[in-house]
């Protein structure tokens, strides 16, 4: 039996992470919160005893976030490096703003591999050269539950199936189809300004290399 259970391998068991439970002190004020940022409210459950289990879940996400009364022990306030990825850092930092969130500023870390913990580190303005995974903007609920932006455009390889190429949203969508537009247009210039009769395939193929981490077209 337990020879059989050793020849389980993670490539044959699917693990999909689709619930975060964040520890909040008042139920109502974090639903108001998230429910503000735009996020869907799937559920709001009162059981016996003052229990309670909200959930929401941000746009285009796949994994939902709990939170309530008697989910968690831990503290409020104490989930922290939540990251909720953008295509767009400053089009989703102005957008967290002017719902009136408090939210830092677009940086990107001295290091530049990743990010340091709390303000350490942090250069202003995105990365210079605007590499995926680079650039951040941060905040937190009325908890100091702590989220971070992130802007990924190419995706590291490996991290998207090679068979598998898709978008969340309208919006990531459509931002994919502007920068293959821009890198595009840079081809053309490239090659005498000549009008590229398949562009279609030509956007194609640089849509489906980003998602996949591979080499870009042109």
């Known amino acids: ?4 259970q050793n020849s389980i391998t993670t490539d044959e068991l699917e693990m999909k992470l689709e619930v975060v439970v964040v520890p909040v002190s008042d139920v109502d004020k974090a639903k108001a919160f998230y429910t503000g940022l735009g996020w869907r409210l799937d559920a709001d459950v009162s059981g016996l005893d003052g229990f309670r289990v909200v959930q ?3 746009p285009g996400s796949p994994c939902s976030v709990i939170f309530g009364s008697k989910v968690t022990s831990a503290a409020a306030g104490s989930a922290q ?7 767009d850092i ?3 930092r102005a957008t967290v703003a002017a719902r009136g969130v408090q939210i830092s500023d677009v940086f990107h870390d001295v290091g530049g591999v990743f990010h340091h913990q709390g ?3 942090r250069i202003s303005g995105p990365h210079p050269s605007r590499d995926s995974y680079g ?4 905040f937190s609920d009325p908890d100091g539950n702590g989220w971070v932006f992130q802007e990924i ?3 590291l390889p490996g991290r998207v199936e090679a068979d598998l190429t898709r978008f969340s949203s309208k919006t990531d969508l459509a931002e994919a189809l502007k920068r293959a537009a821009a890198a595009h247009g840079k081809y053309e210039e490239e090659n005498g300004g000549k009008h590229d ?3 279609p395939h030509w956007y194609a193929a640089y849509m489906v290399a980003e998602q996949h981490g591979a080499t870009l077209p042109g």
């Open 81 to 87: 490096g939540l990251h909720l990825i953008v295509s």
């Open 90 to 92: 400053e089009r989703a």
């Open 56 to 58: 929401v879940t941000p």
């Open 1 to 4: 039996m337990s020879g059989q």
């Open 197 to 199: 009769e398949d562009w």
């Open 119 to 121: 303000g350490e580190g």
């Open 153 to 155: 455009t190419a995706r």
């Open 135 to 138: 650039s951040f903007a941060s």
